[in-house]
């Protein structure tokens, strides 16, 4: 049972351009967490989906920034018009029933925005 | 506002020495808590977990947890460190909702040979 999968591992973007993260979750699990890492600093949670909904997106920021989580297919986190500050580790995690108290996390996608 | 704080960003221990991270939860409902360890350009792993029951609270590589009310602590623990255990580690509440986790500091822990 292969675990989180995150792809691409690194991510280097140009100011301006879009980012696309995915997320394959756990075989089973429909739920699915994306957070954030900025340098030297925890994790903060962004947003929190399940099959074809949006649960939970308060971490988000309200522009830039979106998340979708189709039918079929990873999970997809969305950056348009990336600026320096976006520079992160995104980690994602998946549960198989609702609540995050069984979520494992994936090995995250590093953007690097030059 | 409900949160996780970890005392010491960097904590640096000898090799066989005991290893204690410390974390104190601010809730005002019984929490559920987490320890995390993230080793370099890698994901997070679960250490250990408290939801119920037990308040000392065992885990993978020897490390164990033990949650204090009367506190509102939840401190790591280790007998004896080993090289393999310098790392990044995490505390995390699990929030009302169930919806997120809110992740403190990190600490980052340095093994001495």
């Known amino acids: 049972n292969a675990g989180v999968m995150q792809n691409p591992r690194h991510l280097v973007r140009r100011r301006g351009q879009e980012a696309r993260l995915r997320c394959s979750p756990m075989?089973?699990?429909?739920?699915v967490y994306w957070y954030r890492q900025l340098p030297e600093e925890g994790l903060k949670f962004m947003v929190y989906l399940q099959k074809e909904n949006i649960i939970d997106e308060s971490g988000m920021p309200k522009e830039r920034f979106s998340a979708e989580f189709p039918k079929e297919g990873p999970s997809i986190l969305r950056i348009q018009q990336v600026v320096r500050g976006d520079s992160a580790a995104y980690f994602c995690a998946s549960s198989q029933i609702a609540g995050n108290t069984e979520a494992f996390f994936g090995q995250g996608t590093r953007l690097t925005v030059v | 506002a409900q949160s996780v704080t970890q005392l010491g960003s960097h904590v640096s221990v000898s090799e066989g020495a005991l290893v204690l991270l410390r974390c104190n939860y601010s809730s005002s409902v019984p929490p559920y808590l987490f320890w995390y360890v993230q080793y370099p350009n890698q994901g997070l792993q679960l250490l250990l977990k408290y939801t119920t029951g037990a308040t000392l609270v065992k885990g993978i590589n020897g490390f164990e947890a033990e949650f204090k009310k009367s506190e509102t602590s939840f401190h790591l623990t280790k007998p004896s460190a080993h090289m393999s255990d310098a790392a990044e580690y995490f505390c995390?509440?699990?929030?009302?909702?169930?919806?997120?986790?809110?992740f403190g500091t990190g600490t980052s822990l340095t093994v001495i040979p």
């Open positions: 075989k089973g699990h429909s739920h």
């Open positions: 995390a509440w699990a929030g009302n909702t169930g919806n997120q986790f809110y």
